[in-house]
């Protein structure tokens, strides 16, 4: 805490900056500076007792697209507002929602529908504008005049944390080291099939005293273009990287992946002995799409049947029954044989995930396990998340563009359920990790 003091000391100035008008309501959002994943503190104050008003936040996502969201309050009796116990009567959400006006951020109705908000940059802050406004404004109209406002930086670096850029033999990527001497525990982070490297889950990982290499394994410098195959040995040569570094603990290293991520994660855990914990967020128990090798053997990609898609009337894509069966016996081969793996699976699946079914491949990754007398798995099912569940009061997207497919695809969920999801799962992901890395 103590390094976010200098910070937070050369901000708390804007955070708490209110407008002088209409009766000199102030609002004060703490810490004005701090950790992406971490909850802030928000109270207004200066209000008429029992006053309506809307609390909007304004975002700036990459190139500009502007984000928002909104909710009504009421004051209490002393013209007081606390957003950790004062319930939202409508707007965005509904109910006693701390963060709710981060995690419900989306595009602006002026914006193109669908797009995500993730840092491009892990060394600048999310810069969020937190507005009260007069009466209350339903999402998307004119709100009624601003009566304070405050400034919050949200930070995925803390200070100390240095960022290195790896071209380490064929292994590509982002090595993120928390402040110290160490040794840290060391984490492999992967993304889904969007590709490039995402990095903003490594920086806070390191954050969190972690040290996190951010792989890509497709279209970023001089890896692939598209998924068409890959080769184990890859990522073996980023295990052993990472598993050598002198910052590093050891014996093992873990692995976290989200969606295809997720399930390269499980064939890292199953086949190289360098990885000891694998995270699979919302992955497949069987390998999917591009043919996966590793020396002689060789895991075929379950495929897509683009026939069992289904388009709504918006235009967005249905995909969820597209992947072919893993429990039809003619794609048996494309299973991963998870069950050779000696080290810790943690599966985190949201119920109402509609990319594909994460669920299902769950209780078929345990049932596999089960039957060859391992127990050695936890599972997090969360009922209403949607796919991809990632750190805490990252905003919710219930349909994004797929970078592949360029179209609208559903991801399922609902924004409550799946924030309250991202929240629980990223304390427990960290305490699986440290159980399993020392």
Request: overall charge neutral; glycine content about 12%; charged content about 20%.
């Amino acid at each position: 805490a103590a390094m976010w003091k200098a910070v937070t000391a050369a901000f708390s100035g804007a955070a708490r900056a209110a407008l002088p008008c209409r009766g000199a309501a102030s609002l004060a959002v703490s810490p004005a500076a701090g950790p992406a994943d971490e909850q802030v503190e928000t109270r207004v104050s200066g209000l008429s007792p029992g006053q309506a008003v809307t609390l909007r936040a304004l975002a700036a996502g990459a190139g500009g697209c502007l984000f928002q969201s909104c909710a009504h309050y009421r004051a209490d009796s002393r013209g007081q507002l606390h957003l950790g116990t004062d319930a939202s009567r409508g707007g965005d959400y509904s109910g006693v929602e701390p963060m709710g006006l981060f995690w419900s951020l989306a595009p602006a109705r002026m914006e193109r529908p669908y797009q995500r908000l993730v840092p491009r940059s892990t060394g600048d802050p999310l810069k969020v504008e937190v507005l009260v406004h007069e009466g209350h404004s339903p999402p998307g109209a004119i709100p009624g005049p601003v009566v304070a406002k405050a400034e919050v930086q949200r930070w995925f670096t803390a200070p100390g944390v240095r960022r290195i850029r790896l071209k380490e033999g064929v292994v590509r990527g982002s090595l993120f080291l928390p402040p110290g001497d160490g040794p840290f525990p060391g984490v492999i982070d992967m993304y889904g099939d969007e590709g490039g490297l995402v990095e903003f889950r490594s920086s806070l990982l390191a954050t969190r005293g972690f040290a996190a290499l951010s792989l890509p394994y497709f279209d970023f410098e001089d890896l692939p273009k598209v998924m068409k195959e890959f080769r184990l040995e890859y990522f073996e040569e980023a295990a052993r990287f990472l598993q050598r570094h002198p910052k590093v603990k050891g014996p093992g290293v873990g692995v976290i992946g989200t969606g295809k991520g997720a399930e390269l994660a499980l064939s890292m855990i199953t086949f190289l002995p360098e990885v000891v914990a694998a995270v699979s967020i919302s992955g497949c128990s069987a390998n999917t799409v591009a043919d996966l090798h590793y020396g002689k053997m060789t895991l075929p990609g379950l495929r897509f049947d683009m026939n069992k898609v289904s388009v709504s009337d918006t235009g967005v894509f249905d995909i969820f029954e597209a992947l072919d069966d893993p429990t039809n016996p003619a794609n048996s081969p494309c299973m991963i044989p998870i069950e050779k793996a000696e080290g810790h699976f943690l599966l985190v699946v949201g119920e109402g995930d509609r990319m594909w079914k994460s669920s299902l491949y769950a209780e078929l990754a345990i049932k596999r396990l089960r039957q060859h007398g391992k127990e050695n798995f936890e599972l997090l099912s969360y009922p209403g998340a949607g796919h991809r569940i990632d750190p805490p009061s990252t905003p919710f997207c219930h349909v994004a563009m797929d970078r592949v497919l360029g179209v609208p695809v559903l991801g399922g969920g609902e924004s409550k359920a799946h924030a309250h999801a991202q929240e629980h799962s990223w304390g427990k992901i960290q305490e699986f990790l440290r159980l399993h890395l020392g």
